[in-house]
């Protein structure tokens, strides 16, 4: 017999095929379609709808803490994507490359961007020049590209859309603060507008961001015990700025280089968002970030008044949420399952006896409870409910991610959680590459962040059992 | 002698050369800078933020006609662009081509997009199927590449920033009235927030978009003369659709072809406004989109009690305006020429005499007149001035066009305006092609478009002497 349910269209059982449930939800939820280029995606309007939402707040923020959005272009010399060894190292073998212009061969290939250091720092070594244009805190949005071989929508794509910051300061104490200091706001964005809770810490060398002194990270966990990065935020010192010669005169007129930074959020947030909070009915969106935060469906909307009075209701609505109303000729239950389907936050329903009483209905998408509402107070009820449900969604995903969470002290201890309870594994490490390296061998478990929460859960290394040095959150990850 | 000034830094004047003028001010105002591949621009954060107050105020009408925004990839398979013949005829020659992924060289050429056309269509195929699945109204906001062989900021430049709608429709009707619509947001955004009169017309066969059945488009004039295309609206018939197969289901059940559109505007706009506004001191910035809308600059600020006067301000101001502050210790004179040259609507001077007064002084920088300001008025004041100046900047700019415009009857009288009054020549037309070549060629004058409305102005053709179809609007253009 098959596992399978017929809603819009049936999706695949999340415990059935993790990875499958998600195409489904993708598609179904039209989200996103595939390009024509292989690994490309077109974000369709309700997935776009829920990215302008993150954007909006997240730029807000960025704004708010001082910093300006610019637009910097597409293409890079590739003379000048070389400046910098290690940079260049890890994004050179994952390049588009231009090498046509019209009809014309060019005399030097030009990548496009799969990220915008090198566009920064060339213009910096420009710009700056006294301690008077410091700091500089730069800020876009953009499309970047990296060839990937294996992809998937959201989570890894040919091209993503995302923010990079991109900061030059005087001293090393002011870009330690700045590094910090996103990626706090990009932890308040994920756990407040998206309800997905994060640990924060520091990625280890091997784990780094190509080029950095050290990547600062928010990782979360999905549904399936896989870990997924969520926004990474990275301290560069003053290695770009030797290799582009960016110096300022301090104020002893002495010539200093720039300490720099660099932070960026992507579009796989909203694969994440899917991986978190959905499940076998579809979508389950934040309130915060729901593009409609609650669809009001007529019942008998044939019946004289039901359809004037949900159009009242949506516009009664209208200030205090994002409302929409389906009365398209579907049935009732149809819409229901799109409803579920799409994950808007409640629904409400508004039927010829509801109309008699004062009242409709709302179901709530998260946990499935009804409740009566009278048209009096549900001005005053609807936002009070969604920010329980965006509450509620955030202690859910918490709670299963304290579920999924095991202390390792060793290997063995390690494969039977990955067996058993696979999701993040706190365990000591010696600090040692070898070992991070044979763990990722041996079970495909990578280093997730070394937690600024440190914790002392056993004296030796999960690997040698040499003397440990700190705590790591380890996972498989998308 | 030299018939530069010193400002902030000196400018050239723009009656001795206009483009380096342009050049200058786009420069000094700090709006953008050149990328490191010949014709790609940086657009700083000056720059950035007013095109945000445009892409916001447009976006909003967008979404209010029923569009909805999505994000398309940057990549196009070469063979998907050659789909439509007269589309791929006129943008091949000027695409940039990438043809290897990271090691790999592709097996297939890889086109970035000039336009997204193919890519809509390509998706719209797919995913229509019948009647209740039309209209689509989709938007997005992107960049684009165009391997332009000369290239100037915002103007013409190798990569640029747009947004691109692209609607298909049941009927013919239908999409007329969305192109015809969507000339009408344009026309809104262009004069009632950028300060820009228009002429709405159509353009000649010559001069329309590649693949297009006709081109709807906003002209506007510049302070030299010349013509700027500001946006423009195509309706393509049933070209696309038939090159793509989409097809739908009507309500009797039969397989049509859907009728589509598109429309855009782009990064030039921010060029029109620097020329349209602009003059010797630096930039204008209309009002409604200027980031900032009126800058403090406290007079002997080291007086006790003038800075705190003037931060009070500044935040008694901030519900009613965009305002900044300039507490910088550069002389007053200096920050005064730095808001000239920024084109910021107005400049606030507030010091120790008029603290006392309870007053400021506000200075325009459209026409240069000052006014005592009480602080007891100031918040109803300052907004009600600055719609003044939006509205004198729209007047002026409408004047000067009048100026500029010329009814001339044969090519003699042609030559005659070009040299002594150049900008706009209204003339009739034949509507033979040959003409319209003919003049191009002899006089670097094109076609801007077929007015809708209309004057019977003579009853010839200003080139071949035959009788006259249709008015049209002649300028040499940017």
């Given at each position: 017999?098959?596992?399978k349910?017929?809603?819009?269209e049936s999706?695949?059982?999340?415990?059935?095929?993790?990875?499958?449930?998600?195409?489904d939800v993708v598609?179904?939820?039209?989200?996103v379609?595939?390009?024509?280029v292989?690994?490309t995606?077109?974000?369709?309007?309700?997935?776009f709808?829920?990215?302008e939402?993150?954007r909006?707040e997240?730029?807000?923020?960025i704004?708010?803490?001082g910093?300006?959005?610019v637009?910097?272009?597409?293409?890079?010399p590739?003379?000048l994507?070389?400046?910098?060894?290690?940079?260049?190292e890890g994004?050179?073998?994952?390049v588009?490359?231009?090498t046509?212009?019209?009809?014309?061969?060019?005399?030097?290939?030009?990548?496009?961007r799969?990220?915008?250091?090198?566009?920064f720092?060339?213009?910096y070594s420009?710009?700056i020049?006294?301690?008077r244009?410091?700091p500089?805190l730069?800020?876009q949005?953009?499309?970047?590209?990296?060839?990937?071989k294996?992809?998937?929508p959201?989570?890894r794509?040919?091209?993503f859309l995302w923010?990079e910051g991109?900061?030059?300061?005087?001293?090393?104490e002011e870009?330690?603060?700045?590094?910090?200091?996103?990626?706090?706001v990009?932890a308040?964005?994920?756990e407040?507008?998206l309800?997905?809770?994060v640990?924060?810490g520091?990625?280890?060398?091997?784990?780094?961001?190509?080029?950095?002194?050290?990547?600062l990270?928010?990782e979360?966990?999905?549904?399936?015990g896989q870990a997924?990065?969520?926004?990474?935020?990275h301290?560069?010192?003053?290695?770009?700025?030797?290799?582009?010669?960016?110096t300022?005169?301090?104020?002893e007129?002495?010539q200093?280089y720039?300490?720099q930074?660099s932070?960026g959020?992507?579009?796989?947030l909203?694969?994440?968002?899917?991986?978190?909070?959905g499940d076998n009915r579809?979508l389950?969106?934040?309130?915060?970030?729901?593009?409609?935060?609650?669809?009001?469906v007529?019942?008998a909307q044939?019946?004289?008044g039901?359809?004037?009075?949900a159009?009242d209701?949506?516009?009664?609505?209208a200030?205090v949420?994002?409302?929409?109303?389906?009365?398209s000729?579907?049935m009732?239950g149809?819409?229901?399952?799109?409803?579920?389907?799409?994950?808007?936050p409640?629904?409400?329903e508004?039927?010829?006896r509801d109309?008699?009483?004062?009242?409709?209905v709302?179901?709530r998408r998260?946990?499935?409870?009804?409740?009566?509402?009278s048209?009096?107070d549900?001005?005053?009820r609807?936002p009070?409910?969604?920010?329980?449900i965006?509450a509620?969604?955030f202690n859910?995903?918490?709670e299963?991610r304290?579920?999924k969470?095991?202390i390792?002290?060793n290997?063995?201890?390690?494969?039977t959680?990955?067996k058993?309870?696979?999701?993040?594994?706190?365990?000591?490490?010696c600090g040692?590459?070898a070992?991070e390296e044979k763990?990722k061998?041996?079970?495909s478990?990578?280093?997730r962040?070394?937690?600024?929460?440190?914790?002392?859960v056993s004296?030796t290394c999960?690997c040698c059992?040499k003397e440990?040095?700190e705590?790591?959150?380890?996972a498989?990850?998308?």
């Amino acid at each position: 017999m098959s596992k399978k349910k017929q809603f819009v269209e049936s999706i695949t059982e999340m415990e059935e095929d993790f990875a499958q449930w998600y195409t489904d939800v993708v598609k179904q939820a039209e989200l996103v379609d595939y390009g024509p280029v292989r690994g490309t995606m077109i974000i369709e309007p309700y997935g776009f709808a829920m990215w302008e939402h993150i954007r909006d707040e997240l730029d807000r923020q960025i704004k708010e803490t001082g910093h300006k959005n610019v637009s910097f272009p597409l293409f890079i010399p590739e003379s000048l994507l070389q400046k910098e060894k290690d940079h260049v190292e890890g994004f050179a073998p994952e390049v588009a490359w231009v090498t046509h212009g019209g009809e014309e061969e060019l005399g030097e290939r030009i990548c496009v961007r799969p990220t915008s250091e090198v566009l920064f720092c060339n213009y910096y070594s420009d710009k700056i020049n006294s301690y008077r244009d410091l700091p500089k805190l730069y800020n876009q949005w953009s499309n970047v590209v990296r060839w990937e071989k294996t992809t998937r929508p959201f989570l890894r794509s040919l091209e993503f859309l995302w923010q990079e910051g991109h900061t030059a300061h005087a001293t090393h104490e002011e870009a330690e603060a700045e590094t910090a200091k996103m990626l706090d706001v990009y932890a308040d964005v994920v756990e407040n507008y998206l309800a997905i809770p994060v640990i924060k810490g520091r990625k280890t060398d091997m784990e780094k961001f190509a080029g950095a002194n050290y990547t600062l990270t928010i990782e979360t966990l999905m549904h399936d015990g896989q870990a997924l990065q969520a926004g990474t935020s990275h301290l560069f010192g003053t290695g770009f700025a030797e290799a582009f010669d960016i110096t300022y005169l301090d104020k002893e007129g002495k010539q200093q280089y720039v300490h720099q930074t660099s932070w960026g959020i992507t579009t796989r947030l909203i694969g994440a968002l899917i991986m978190v909070h959905g499940d076998n009915r579809g979508l389950v969106v934040p309130p915060r970030i729901a593009p409609t935060q609650a669809m009001i469906v007529p019942i008998a909307q044939h019946k004289e008044g039901v359809l004037d009075k949900a159009y009242d209701l949506r516009d009664q609505l209208a200030s205090v949420a994002r409302v929409d109303i389906d009365a398209s000729d579907k049935m009732p239950g149809w819409k229901f399952n799109e409803c579920e389907m799409k994950g808007y936050p409640v629904r409400i329903e508004i039927g010829p006896r509801d109309i008699e009483k004062n009242q409709v209905v709302i179901a709530r998408r998260d946990n499935g409870e009804k409740e009566f509402v009278s048209l009096d107070d549900i001005e005053t009820r609807l936002p009070e409910l969604l920010e329980e449900i965006q509450a509620n969604l955030f202690n859910q995903a918490y709670e299963h991610r304290a579920t999924k969470t095991s202390i390792v002290k060793n290997m063995d201890e390690l494969t039977t959680a990955l067996k058993e309870n696979p999701g993040f594994m706190k365990a000591m490490w010696c600090g040692d590459e070898a070992c991070e390296e044979k763990i990722k061998e041996d079970t495909s478990v990578t280093s997730r962040c070394i937690p600024f929460e440190q914790e002392k859960v056993s004296d030796t290394c999960l690997c040698c059992g040499k003397e440990a040095k700190e705590l790591v959150y380890w996972a498989r990850a998308y």
